[in-house]
């Protein structure tokens, strides 16, 4: 994906101490073609010899050289990074979106980097696997990846800030989302508007926001003594047509009157499938969703809203201020958001 948007901002000069490559092999114990290793192509070395390089570079406040890169007359452009490991996902295409609004209304002009990790969910692995994306951008966001906190310290060591959305790190600003609650609250509408057998359709089970939104539902259910039963639950791919498929397969086992979707593509999925049936929503199958695309508006979809607006909003600004100096240092605290309901036509 090329979406690109271009920011050109200046930043006065500062003078640092002149700290050599030599300098940080010596502190290190190892060589300077060690060092030049692990900022350039860290997976092969090892995580021993790697944090003590980090640690010197901590130490000594050095930026690697390839944070540097050339300015034009009118100051040095910046560039930030997002990475996602599914362009596919339809809250993609929303999230870009919001994250231009985003810049272009913060008064000041950057690139925009899709960095697509071709289903890759551990960032610290896919950076040091692809080290030249580093040189690349200034600043990152991750989308639904996972990152340790050791890879954390290695983005800071290489003068990187990183916020992550849509997924927690000890070692980073995380910007997440209570799945749990988002999703114990799109069920506890459901038993509030009449509808008694509420089925649940999902994706992959590796996935911890999947889980949290499974137990959310599971919980739900527990309140009004209903025991989760398995016949009740289908899941697929993370797609329209995997909500299709899967809500097909569903509706020919069991007879929900309702079905929690965890996530909006999935939802439309079975509306479509009911339409194609003859299946009347909301009063023979009412039907949420979880996310608040755009698209759930256009559908009329119930929906459990993400504020991917409001995530984007606090990723950008975060960023900005670092790479401008207002923050000098890296936060890594949490920010957990809990969605809310958007009612429409798809519930009683």
């Known amino acids: 994906m090329g979406s690109m948007i271009l920011i050109i901002m200046e930043k006065q000069k500062t ?11 010596d502190e290190a ?3 300077p073609s060690t060092v030049s290793r692990v900022l350039n192509k860290p997976n092969l070395v090892k995580a021993k010899t790697r944090n003590a390089v980090y640690e010197a570079l901590r130490k000594h406040n050095y930026v690697p050289p390839a944070a ?9 452009n910046y560039t930030i990074g997002l990475a996602i490991h599914n362009p596919h996902l339809s809250v993609v295409a929303d999230l870009i979106r919001e994250i231009e609004d985003t810049i272009d209304t913060s008064g000041n002009q950057y690139d925009l980097l899709i960095i697509n ?17 580093r040189k690349k951008i200034d600043a990152l966001i991750s989308f639904s990846v ?25 070692g980073a600003k995380s910007i997440s989302t209570n799945n749990f609650q988002g999703a114990l609250d ?13 089925a649940f359709i999902g994706w992959d089970f590796e996935d911890s926001r999947l889980l949290d939104r499974l137990a959310g539902y599971k919980a739900s259910l527990n309140r009004h003594s ?22 097909a397969r569903l509706l020919e086992r069991v007879k929900p009157d309702a079905v929690f979707y965890a996530c909006d593509s999935m939802a439309i999925g079975g509306m479509k499938y009911c339409r194609e049936q003859n299946i009347a929503v909301p009063d023979e199958l009412g039907i949420i969703g979880f996310d608040g695309l755009d698209i759930a508006e256009v559908m009329g979809l119930t929906t459990m809203k993400q504020f991917i607006n409001v ?11 670092r790479i401008e100096g207002t923050i000098p240092e890296p936060q890594a605290d949490e920010l957990c958001i809990t969605p809310r309901i958007i009612v429409r036509s798809t519930t009683k």
């Open 15 to 25: 003078e640092t101490a002149k700290v050599t490559i030599e300098i940080i092999a």
């Open 311 to 321: 995530k984007a909003d606090m990723a950008i600004a975060y960023l900005l201020q």
């Open 186 to 198: 799109a069920v506890e509408y459901l038993f509030s508007r009449g509808y008694e057998q509420i």
């Open 226 to 247: 209903r025991s989760a039963d398995e016949a009740f639950a289908e899941y697929n791919e993370l797609s329209v047509q995997g909500g299709y498929q899967a809500t």
């Open 117 to 133: 990790m071709h289903g890759e969910k551990d960032l610290g692995k896919f950076f040091r696997e692809h080290a030249h994306y």
């Open 68 to 76: 540097n890169r050339e300015q034009d007359e009118s100051g040095r």
């Open 146 to 170: 996972s990152l340790s906190h050791e890879d954390a310290r290695a983005f800071q060591d290489q003068n990187i800030p990183i916020a992550l959305l849509q997924a927690r790190c000890t």
């Open 29 to 31: 114990g190892v060589s």
